[in-house]
């Protein structure tokens, strides 16, 4: 019986536990810890690790070209008469042997000289796989650009909530004092109207910003390969950090760290690589074989009729006349340097343009911050000297009225200019090749 209630008091305390950890609120994200999930989930990241793996496999196989290649082979024929030996004598040919010949033979060959194709075939390769490594970084920081957007967006939209209940708390208490100065007939009917409609209107905004943080957050859980509803919290980071550098700051910061200029640069030594393979057929390939075959009428290649030989070869070779084909060839891999170099000029002067672009936007969200912040002190002073004037009957409703919709709006710009900033500011370091944190 002792046992039982002691088995008894040991599952209650596990249950109780239990409901009790399953009850522990969830711990906010940090932007650093989303940005390690998305890391961890994210498919073109893991399909670009995946592109450097195969690109290894090509360099390794282009290594193999410098290596002897062993072969060997089996076969069996069956002749419809014995070998012939030649005539015995008095018109008389002779047959010796079986119709069954059985063969095997195995082979190596060494490539000596190639032209400096296998060289540059191997440092094409070699240039591939440092290529899958720079798209690798630049999908890298493309990741990181796209969590720090959808994590200001959603401190974005829970500021914007914020407001919303802000409004609605002050045309409910605007509603209240209309309602007391209509009871004691101070305020006409259609005042009291008027502030209800505001009221009505003020509830509508906060209903769209609570779905405004809903889609948010089902975009940030999407991005994080998340349950889509799963519960998210967020830590509060959207302030204001002055950006110290310059436009030309920036700008050579781009040159120097952006994955993409590496990756147009590589681009051009790869294609030149393919010129030195194209000019390769100018020149004799050189080869030393060894070789070695038996020859026998049984399947074990031994008997009364096995035979053997053995040989080494050097052999080269070289093509005299193709008709201009090999100058063609090189002069088409001449021009696909020449599309990369323009290609890589094109790149860097979209860059440039995508940083300018990226710093303006910041230095405007960075002016239109301290616009919108002064903006707020004016409205909240409009707004207390309007309820001060409205409780001593000196101003009307609709001037109380306009002074909270003017509050809420200069807090929306506030916080959409914030969030603004911030954005451009990821913008920008993603512009500059940066990798964030």
Known sequence: MRMKWIVGVILFVLMSGGVAFAQVPQQPLTLEESIRIALGQSLPLHSAIEGIVG????????FTDFLPVW??????TRLSFPQFIGNIGGGVTGFAGSPDVYNAATSVNQPLFAGGALLANYRLEKYGVDISKTNTEAIKRDVVLQVREGYFNILNALKLREVAEQAVKQFEAQLEVTKAFFEVGIQPKNDLLLAEVQLANARQDLVRTENGVALAKSSFNNLLRREINEPLEVVDIL??????????DCLEEAHRQRPEIKTAGLSIDQAKEGVKI???????TVNLSGSYSRNSDEFHL???????RWALQT?????????GKRAYQVGESKVRVNQAEIAR???IEGIILEVKNAYLNLMVAEKNIGVAQKAIEQAEENLRMNEERYKYQVATQTEVLNAVTLLTQARVNYYSTLSDFNIAQARLERAMGRMYP
């Open 55 to 62: 690109s290894e496999f090509r360099r390794k196989a282009a």
């Open 315 to 323: 052999l080269a070779t070289i093509t005299f006349w193709e008709w």
């Open 345 to 347: 000029i094109q790149l």
């Open 71 to 76: 072969a060997g082979q089996y076969s069996y």
């Open 302 to 308: 031994h008997g009364d009729l096995m035979s053997e």
């Open 278 to 284: 194209a000019r390769s057929r100018y020149f004799p």
């Open 239 to 248: 302030e204001y950090k002055p950006f110290a550098l310059s436009f030309e």
